[in-house]
């Protein structure tokens, strides 16, 4: 049963040619389809900023019109601050130190990361997604393993995407996440409680 949607809020993502964001399969190198979702994510908040907070020196590219040769040209720029491994970027402290490195470098001191553990209540995890859309701040998100490996996640699992948007309901909050070239809304309750200690998390970024 589809539920009441009380508040909705939604970034204003971009598109890569025909793909909603960009699409870790196409990439030609083995290594960045299989492993390069942290270096994703940082060139999709790259990408985002430059375009939305005049953050030109984040992106090398036009920011306007998007081509595959562009996008794949900056993945592998930041394939060298986030290094698929065999466990791939596997704690939100990896993704910061090598994130921050890619920062200090092209001499950006406005964008500042916060990680936000998967220990933290489903409540608290609740109000940081809604602050940081509410200030127009995309998510990038770790899911590690979960109990539901075999469910709508299952391509979500052990890995890195965007959170760009929220749904209010009566009984949960729905959060969209960007992966693939697509987006899917899933249920955050679901994704948070996920039946294993070892867990991932968010990152929250402030300006």
Known sequence: MEQTVLHKKELEYFFVEESYGGNQDLFPDVTMRDGGCGAIAACESCIYFARTNDMRNLYPHPIQ????NEYHDFAYIMKHYLCPRPNGIDTLEL????????LKDVKDTRLQM???HGTHTYEEAVQA???QIDAACPIPYLMLKHKNEKGALEDYIWHWFILA???ITEDDLLVKAVSYGEYKWFS???MWDTGYDKKGGMILYHI
């Open 188 to 190: 955050l309750s679901e």
């Open 95 to 102: 993704f910061m130190e090598g994130f921050g490195e890619y």
């Open 65 to 68: 019109e998007i081509s595959w």
């Open 165 to 167: 948007g929220y749904e």
């Open 114 to 116: 916060e990680g936000f």
């Open 129 to 131: 997604v809604k602050t």
